[in-house]
């Protein structure tokens, strides 16, 4: 069954850094876009990235661009995150999202705070 992991969230100060990883399983993962979405309190769930099969493609909302980088490494089955110049406003669950034959799938998300 397709699995999704999300790992690398924590507590970090303004104006740091933190890299997310997501890794995947039950579908081919060299084939699929990947998505990172974020969820902060009391609000909708928000497309913070994507990245195509190859990673020849990324797309980022105008709130991300240039704070935020999505990659992939299809041999270990993994996409990744790095978040610089966070702020308190970037606090959320993290989650990885994949669409399988139609499907949605999500991981369980990782809590990323940003606080001094």
């Known amino acids: 069954q397709v699995q999704l992991v999300e790992s690398g969230g924590g507590l970090v100060q303004p104006g740091g850094s933190l890299r997310l990883s997501c890794a995947a399983s039950?579908?081919?993962?060299?084939?699929?876009?990947m998505y990172w979405y974020r969820q902060a309190p009391g609000k909708a769930r928000d497309l913070v990235a994507r990245i195509t099969s190859a990673g020849g493609s990324t797309y980022y909302p105008d709130s991300m661009k240039g704070r935020f980088t999505i990659s992939r490494d299809n041999a270990k089955n993994t996409v990744y995150l790095q978040m610089n110049t966070l702020n308190p406003m970037d606090t959320a669950v993290y989650y990885c999202?994949?669409?399988?034959?139609?499907?949605?799938?999500w991981g369980k998300g990782t809590l990323v705070t940003v606080s001094s």
């Open positions: 039950g579908f081919t993962f060299s084939s699929a876009t």
């Open positions: 999202n994949v669409v399988v034959w139609g499907i949605s799938y």
